[in-house]
């Protein structure tokens, strides 16, 4: 039976405005994530993030390089955000997420990108970096619906997200796909300047599991619904691999999608770190993933 995406529902109930007015008010006094800088967006205050109240968009595609449950054989639909509320020092994107690389989009363009994708036969929606433009992309998702869009939405983030906002989404979002950057306070204060992010990403990482459980795919192998997990292998278990797999088993599920991912490069700011100028051995790409299956996860790598 065709998956059945439940934004459309919502929609159709009128719970969808509801929760585009309680994303809408958050706005004035910016607490969209965890740093909860209090800027008036609507006004044109900056925040960390340096996100005004306007959507920016840096491109629009079918992407073929994302985890193969997404791309399936028509390509997973991205919608690259610009800005980022975490902004590592090691960020792979920093043009688009430090620099600011990208154009203003109104919501009736952003409505307009979902549809292109969806006539490009992508399989999904795919908001990638979407946490501090969350009011403004499910604001455009009334005018989608009423042009056709039935696509799976996928929410490509960093982990570092409002728990309040998350329980916002619960039945907009069809795949959660987050990083879990850091098991360790250090680290995540070192290089992302934010202390708080192990103990935020496993709170998150619940309330994700909880709404759509674990990835669920169809017949083709294309995932419809569910939590897909990235973890970046970092020089010197910087991230703390192990922890974080333990938790995943303990607290989320054995059955967790979790791409353990060996790309990391220098990149941005990493330089003036020792400990980041170099990419990752192939023993410490196998150390993390012998970890993984140590605590019995198999999915995803």
Request: charge should be neutral; proline fraction near 5%; aromatic fraction near 8%.
């Amino acid at each position: 039976m065709p998956y059945v995406v439940r934004y459309i529902e919502l929609h159709e109930k009128g719970e969808l405005t509801r929760r585009i007015d309680s994303l809408n008010e958050i706005l004035p006094e910016c607490s969209l994530c965890p740093r909860r800088c209090g800027v008036n967006r609507i006004q044109g205050e900056l925040g960390y993030c340096k996100a005004g109240s306007e959507l920016m968009v840096s491109s629009v595609s079918p992407h073929f390089g994302e985890e193969a449950p997404l791309v399936g054989y028509r390509g997973s639909g991205t919608i690259f955000l610009t800005h980022c509320n975490l902004r590592c020092v090691f960020c792979q994107n920093d043009d688009i997420s430090h620099g600011g690389r990208g154009e203003k989009a109104s919501l009736s363009q952003m409505a307009s990108y979902m549809i292109r994708l969806k006539e490009l036969g992508c399989h999904n929606i795919n908001f990638v970096t979407p946490t501090h433009y969350t009011p403004q992309i499910v604001a455009s998702l009334p005018e989608a619906i009423g042009l056709g869009l039935n696509l799976p939405l996928v929410y490509n983030c960093s982990g570092y997200e409002s728990l309040e906002v998350i329980k916002l989404l619960d039945g907009i979002i069809d795949i959660y796909m987050p990083d879990a950057k850091y098991a360790g306070e250090e680290p995540a204060r070192r290089f992302s300047n934010a202390p708080d992010y192990p103990h935020v990403l496993r709170e998150v990482l619940k309330e994700m599991h909880r709404q759509v459980g674990d990835l669920q795919m169809d017949q083709n192998g294309i995932a419809q619904r569910g939590l897909l997990i990235r973890h970046l292998v970092m020089p010197e278990d910087l991230a703390g691999t192990e922890d974080l797999m333990k938790f995943i088993v303990g607290e989320i599920s054995r059955d967790s999608y979790v791409n353990i991912m060996q790309q990391y490069r220098p990149q941005h700011k990493s330089f003036d770190y020792p400990e980041l100028r170099r990419r990752i051995t192939h023993g410490e790409y196998l150390d993390a993933v012998k970890a993984a299956r140590r605590f019995g996860l198999h999915r995803g790598f």
